[in-house]
């Protein structure tokens, strides 16, 4: 089939954008070179805001073609906006201010290192090692953003507000990115690879488990434990005791509850953006009644994010014409790898989601596509949808307010290589 002009231009757009994320530090040099426009050039530098740029310029590609026509340029960009869904950029935003407010922070932390205190190690080690491989695991729960957002903020407190080397700042995020990508395999509710399959070809909890959740865990431990003992002498330097205090904090319990129970009821209504943004909306109004209870809450952080989900969403929709074919003409090990590599420079979603309009697969391909998509999850930013979450957490622990593309691959690299190595070989 030969593909649109408007289908040529998408995929010229994405791939520009993919481009400009691999440029950002080039920006935040020019925002340092020209104060006049600092702000212009530092807003070009987020990440976040990539995607969401080109997928602005893709909608006035739209607009633009349709002039003329019988339908008009305003509803061509509304008739294809509609055509897209927005639930994940809308439950990511509601997810990551929810999950990062203080109580559930807390609550959290406390959750760690009470689990940490089970390790016969120093305690800087065991809460560390206990971040990587607990919290991951737990996104099969409470859903990958959440378990990202979650892990990035009490690494943040912990570690990163303190004087980390740049070695471990990097083989923290990138063991965090692939943990959180591959751990939300135990259910089959969690990961959004997972999600757009599930239904489809009638994937239950019980069947990612036995089949692919048991894979990833033993993946998720291998990946804490090697960092933590590559990294054990400076982790061993870190004094938590500051940390210890923020754990119980004179926060009251029913204020706790409160909190988790709204978190609990984001995740249940996941795929209803009308119910959870209104809880949403209730919780924003109890922060801001006893504000008290709470920090900054991370509103710039959660906007900036779904601005990054919801371009993706809108580029990714200009992409299927040369996606779809060219997974459909693989066999198992071709699209598992390959799935592995196409998620470095796409959502693994998206990938999965292509995967689930091929009728006639077998249970293998099935098994390598969304393996191959969650275990490239953590190469780039751009390759899970919680890991512009992550980024927008930490990233102002980096030299110039900025991870280094390259920088976040290699440190990916070997955890990656830990989950081919469980998903090909077990």
């Known amino acids: 089939m030969t593909p649109t002009t408007i289908q040529v231009t998408g995929a010229i757009l994405f791939a520009v954008a993919i481009l400009h994320t691999f440029s950002v530090g080039f920006f935040a040099r020019q925002a340092e070179k020209h104060p006049a426009h600092a702000g212009l050039w530092e807003l070009f530098a987020e990440v976040e805001f990539v995607f969401g740029f080109w997928a602005g310029i893709l909608l006035l590609s739209i607009a633009i073609a349709a002039i003329g026509t019988e339908s008009g340029a305003s509803l061509a960009v509304a008739a294809y906006l509609e055509s897209r869904d927005y639930t994940e950029p809308l439950f990511v935003l509601a997810i990551m201010i929810v999950a990062a407010s203080k109580p559930v922070i807390i609550f959290a932390s406390a959750t760690v290192r009470q689990a940490s205190r089970l390790l016969p190690i120093a305690q800087p080690i065991a809460f560390y090692f206990t971040i990587l491989a607990l919290v991951p695991l737990l996104s099969s729960f409470i859903t990958e953003p959440a378990a990202m957002a979650l892990a990035a903020l009490i690494l943040k407190d912990a570690y990163y507000r303190k004087d980390m080397s740049p070695r471990l700042m990097y083989g923290t995020l990138g063991v965090l990115f692939v943990n959180v990508s591959i751990g939300g395999t135990l259910t089959n509710f969690a990961a959004p690879p997972v999600l757009m399959v599930a239904k489809v070809w009638q994937w239950d909890s019980l069947f990612m488990l036995s089949h692919i959740g048991w894979r990833s865990a033993l993946a998720v431990l291998v990946n804490a434990t090697a960092i933590t003992l590559i990294f054990r002498k400076e982790l061993n330097r870190f004094d938590l005791?500051?940390?210890?205090?923020?754990?119980?904090?004179?926060?009251?319990?029913?204020?706790?509850?409160?909190?988790?129970?709204?978190?609990?009821?984001?995740?249940?209504?996941?795929?209803?953006?009308?119910?959870?943004?209104?809880?949403?909306?209730?919780?924003?109004?109890?922060?801001?009644?006893?504000?008290?209870?709470?920090?900054?809450?991370?509103?710039?952080?959660?906007?900036?994010?779904?601005?990054?989900?919801?371009?993706l969403v809108t580029l990714g929709g200009q992409q299927s014409w040369w996606l779809q074919p060219l997974l459909s003409r693989m066999d198992t090990t071709t699209v598992y790898y390959s799935a592995t590599a196409l998620t470095a420079v796409t959502d693994n979603a998206a990938l999965t989601y292509l995967g689930s309009l091929v009728e006639g697969l077998s249970d293998e391909f099935k098994y390598a596509l969304v393996t191959g998509a969650v275990t490239g999850g953590g190469l780039t930013v751009i390759a899970n949808a919680p890991n512009p979450a992550g980024m927008a957490i930490l990233r102002g622990h980096f030299k110039d307010g900025a991870v280094h593309p390259l920088g976040l691959f290699a440190a990916a690299a070997l955890p990656t290589l830990v989950a081919i190595l469980a998903f090909r070989l077990l």
């Open 241 to 311: 005791s500051g940390q210890r205090e923020r754990d119980g904090g004179g926060m009251p319990w029913p204020v706790v509850g409160l909190h988790l129970l709204l978190l609990f009821l984001i995740v249940l209504f996941a795929h209803h953006p009308h119910v959870f943004l209104g809880i949403l909306l209730i919780f924003m109004a109890f922060a801001r009644a006893y504000p008290r209870f709470q920090e900054r809450l991370i509103l710039r952080e959660g906007l900036m994010v779904s601005c990054f989900l919801a371009g």
